[in-house]
């Protein structure tokens, strides 16, 4: 309990003023306990009230005159605190202080006493506060873990051939830190069914989507973009990496655009789906400026959309990104904070007319610089 407090020392009630103020100045103390024969406590003094007694005593009327000069303490290091720094600062530089009265100036030239009560209140608003973030991240938590379940009894479902599944399951996808000098990346983790993560997770951000209207604008199709998503990457080949292995991503991993055609080629070849969808899958991995000229109009918002989802999906897999969407008429809101400073943004993305607007992250305030 001494961490927590500094003892007040006791003095007996029959003691003259003298001796309170000498054990006052003997351990520093602004308090003193009154204390009876027995020990038993029966009440308490402040400084104050010495000094109360003191002005009122009219045999000390020259000692009053004195300069306080003589008293003054000068104002040190210690004794300057920075009252809008963190609690806990605040808190180690009251500790140092120890039995001394906790005065303090700003730099600014602000004096004042630190309120315990308000440090105490403050603490317990900043315990609350974090009580109540880590219950609204556990129901967070919960929901997420609910919806990835159904999603993937859903993706389970969606087909009669259970070999999809256990194809996008078999392909793993890698963390990885990249070094500019070198261009090279050292792996640092191996994704176990990392693509078939990969699919859930555009899933679910379709999901959110799909709960914001999005499907109410003209050229958005559910049943193509969730076929699209499943099958985009059924052709991706990825070599076997160890942890801790370093290589040059443009010779270890083959162009997407290539296991993009060969998806689009199973999509079209061995599952027959429509040809909106094999389109997609097809030229997921092209700028709009690279599509060819005979590639669907129509289907440009679509286009625009998973290009998007697919790389939000990849950033949540693989560097495990927090990512919010918002809808707002045709025009997808996006925040995206990862641990690689390069990712973090806010992005507007026209879905109609492919205008995109994107801003470096500011994690201070949660917008954009």
């Known amino acids: 309990m001494s961490v927590r407090y500094n003892e007040v020392p006791n003095i007996k009630v029959d003691a003259s003023i003298e001796e309170a103020v000498k054990a006052m100045m003997a351990r520093q103390s602004p308090v003193l306990q009154v204390t009876?024969?027995?020990?038993?406590?029966?009440?308490?003094?402040?400084?104050?009230?010495?000094?109360?007694?003191?002005?009122?005593?009219?045999?000390?009327?020259?000692?009053?005159?004195?300069?306080?000069?003589?008293?003054?303490?000068t104002i040190a290091e210690e004794d300057y605190l920075d009252v809008a720094g963190e609690l806990s600062d605040i808190s180690s530089w009251a500790k140092k202080r120890g039995y001394h009265i906790p005065y303090f100036t700003t730099t600014e030239g602000t004096a004042g006493i630190l309120s315990l009560h308000g440090l105490l209140q403050e603490a317990l608003n900043d315990r609350d506060k974090e009580k109540k973030s880590r219950k609204e991240a556990e129901a967070r938590f919960e929901r997420l873990s609910h919806t990835q379940q159904e999603?993937?009894?859903?993706?389970?479902?969606l087909f009669a051939d259970p070999r999809v599944v256990a194809k996008l399951k078999s392909i793993v996808e890698y963390q990885d830190e990249y070094d500019p000098a070198?261009?090279?990346?050292?792996?640092?983790?191996?994704?176990?069914?990392?693509?078939?993560?990969?699919?859930?997770?555009?899933?679910?951000?379709?999901?959110?989507?799909?709960?914001?209207?999005?499907?109410e604008l003209a050229g958005m199709h559910q049943d193509t973009l969730v076929k699209t998503a499943i099958f985009h990457d059924l052709g991706k080949v990825q070599p076997r990496l160890e942890v801790g292995k370093i290589v040059d991503p443009k010779e270890a991993f083959e162009p997407g655009k290539f296991h993009a055609f060969r998806s689009a080629s199973l999509a079209r070849k061995v599952y027959r789906l429509g040809e909106n969808i094999v389109q997609l899958i097809r030229y997921h991995h092209h700028e709009e400026e690279e599509l060819p000229a005979d590639f669907p109009r129509s289907l440009l918002p679509?286009?625009?959309?998973?290009?998007l989802l697919d790389g939000l999906s990849a950033g949540i897999t693989r560097r495990g990104s927090r990512v919010d969407l918002m809808v707002s008429a045709t025009v997808v809101q996006v925040r995206e904070e990862s641990i690689h400073p390069a990712y973090n943004r806010c992005l507007e993305l026209d879905l109609c007319s492919e205008r995109a607007n994107a801003k470096p992250l500011d994690r201070r305030t949660g917008g954009i610089n």
């Open 36 to 73: 009876g024969d027995n020990g038993e406590p029966l009440g308490w003094l402040n400084s104050l009230d010495i000094l109360r007694v003191f002005m009122e005593d009219p045999c000390a009327a020259e000692f009053k005159k004195r300069d306080i000069m003589g008293p003054m303490h």
């Open 151 to 157: 999603l993937e009894k859903a993706l389970a479902n």
């Open 302 to 307: 679509m286009h625009r959309l998973f290009r």
């Open 182 to 215: 070198t261009g090279k990346i050292k792996i640092t983790g191996v994704i176990e069914e990392g693509v078939y993560r990969h699919v859930v997770n555009i899933l679910r951000l379709l999901t959110e989507l799909w709960e914001q209207g999005l499907m």
